[in-house]
């Protein structure tokens, strides 16, 4: 009997201790690159391609700029 109630006091211990932990907020380590492509006059550029390239990785990211010149390349790893 008393090991019953020994036991039920650890699991409402386990319980509590869970809730009461602080919680963490989600961190992102991805960065972002947004910009607007214009041509010397000032002018929106559309159809641009545009092309992220990581210098340690060897890798590329391909964007297009949209009808008023804006595009972004989301979701990178940091690297140079």
């Keep these: 009997m ?3 109630v020994l036991m039920g006091c650890f699991i409402w ?4 201790l869970f809730l009461a932990a602080p919680k963490a907020p989600a961190q ?3 960065g972002s690159i947004l910009g607007t492509v214009t041509d010397q006059q000032g002018n929106a ?3 641009a391609k545009i092309t992220v390239t990581s210098a ?3 890798f590329t990211f391909d964007a297009t700029s949209n009808e008023s010149g804006i ?3 989301t979701h990178l ?3 140079t």
């Design 2 to 4: 008393r090991s019953r």
């Design 13 to 16: 211990a386990c319980i509590v």
């Design 28 to 30: 992102a380590v991805y």
């Design 45 to 47: 550029v559309s159809g």
């Design 56 to 58: 340690t990785k060897n």
């Design 71 to 73: 595009y972004s390349v």
């Design 77 to 79: 790893i940091p690297d």
